[in-house]
């Protein structure tokens, strides 16, 4: 009794992450349609700007990601043995949260009501209660 039950809910959780998920299909197809064109490529590597351009991209990441390990490094020599180093292990999980919370903040926008999906499909929108009926029912 409880297996089919829980494919069911394992369905419908899927079925949430493809609806999330869905409007990303068509912009990733927005954005890979002009790379498979040939002319673009080939104008591309035309451009006499491309090798400056490429050298300047890899010196700054590398410059980024070992100066990024050089602070990281400096912050643990700097406070690893004491109480600080434990305060700032307390800290970590408060910041290691933020993406979560920006992409929650970003599904209750889209879902909420006055949100993104019921902008584009007033279809969703539920009837308005003016009266405020629906909380007066359970008490009858």
């Known amino acids: 009794m ?17 609806v999330i998920y869905a409007p990303l299909i068509p912009a990733a197809l ?14 591309l590597f035309a451009d006499p700007q491309l090798p400056q351009a490429l050298l300047a991209t890899l010196v700054s990441t590398t410059i980024v990601a070992v100066g990024a390990l ?36 970003s599904a209750l926008l889209l879902f909420a009501d006055g949100g993104l999906l019921y902008d584009y499909f007033p279809y969703f929108t539920p009837p308005m209660d003016r009266f405020g009926s629906v909380w007066a029912s359970p008490l009858q």
């Open 30 to 43: 927005t954005l890979i349609s002009p790379a498979l064109s040939l002319t673009r490529w080939q104008a």
């Open 70 to 105: 050089l602070i990281a490094l400096l912050v643990i020599v700097a406070l690893w043995p004491g109480p600080k180093w434990q305060r700032m292990c307390a800290r970590l999980p408060w910041l290691l949260a933020i993406p979560h919370v920006a992409f929650a903040t």
């Open 2 to 18: 409880v297996t089919p039950l829980r494919y069911a809910l394992i369905f419908l959780l899927w079925a949430m992450v493809a």
